[in-house]
């Protein structure tokens, strides 16, 4: 079957760095997304690799490893307004969206 | 990047009655929609994928006779959500994808549906 995996919730300090990793197993890859979700509200895009390697965009970065089907998104500088959760979703070989669970990021002062 | 808008934002209503919801993308044409739903502290859910002009294609267990979806344009999809029971009650969710060569999904803003 299908499956991405992601931790359930992650805590971190105003200004310092968190890494949230993804680890999947699907049937063809044709990309991995990574989006932001607010409480109550729809995700937002944040970042999309499909070949191996760091893409790095402002405060965020994302990697990705085809081979060991692993992925992280990187956050630097965390904010307050970056608690959130962080879905990791993979496009599988039928351009279709596999979702992971989410992970909750809870910034502390 | 691209727009996509959901009407009403919030509804609530009796259990028994019907709703729609509208997904629009406003500066694209998508060729395919996807609804979505989401319960609390859960993942999203694909609920069915919808290709402009054809039938859409239900995820296992959703009940296409429930929740009837229309593509009838690039531009718009609805879902209506027939006799409405409380267990109903979701945050829905449609995205949007045009076509090229870009996989990225656009998502609407989201319907919270509240079923009384």
């Known amino acids: 079957g299908q499956n991405i995996d992601q931790p359930t919730e992650m805590t971190a300090t105003e200004g310092a760095i968190v890494q949230i990793n993804c680890t999947y197993q699907?049937?063809?890859?044709?990309?991995l997304f990574w989006y932001q979700q607010h409480a109550g509200e729809a995700p937002t895009f944040l970042s999309y690799n499909v070949l191996d390697g760091l893409e790095e965009k402002g405060r965020f970065s994302s990697f990705l490893s085809r081979s060991k089907g692993y992925s992280y998104l990187l956050l630097k500088e965390l904010q307050m307004k970056d608690s959130a959760s962080y879905l990791c979703a993979v496009m599988d070989s039928n351009y279709q969206l596999i979702w992971g669970a989410g992970t909750k990021l809870i910034i502390k002062p | 990047g691209a727009v996509v808008s959901q009407h009403p934002s919030r509804v609530i209503c009796k259990s028994g009655t019907s709703v729609k919801i509208e997904c629009r993308s406003l500066d694209f044409q998508a060729t395919t929609m996807f609804w979505y739903r989401q319960f609390p502290k859960q993942s999203l859910m694909l609920m069915a994928t919808s290709n402009e002009g054809s039938k859409a294609t239900y995820e296992q267990g959703v009940e296409k006779d429930k929740f009837l979806i229309n593509h009838a344009s690039l531009t718009l999809s609805t879902l209506t959500v027939t006799s409405a029971h409380p267990e109903d009650s979701s945050f829905y969710i449609c995205?949007?994808?045009?076509?090229?060569?870009?996989?990225?999904?656009?998502f609407g803003p989201g319907t919270r549906l509240t079923v009384l």
């Open positions: 699907t049937s063809g890859f044709n990309g």
């Open positions: 995205s949007a994808r045009g076509g090229g060569e870009s996989n990225e999904q656009f």
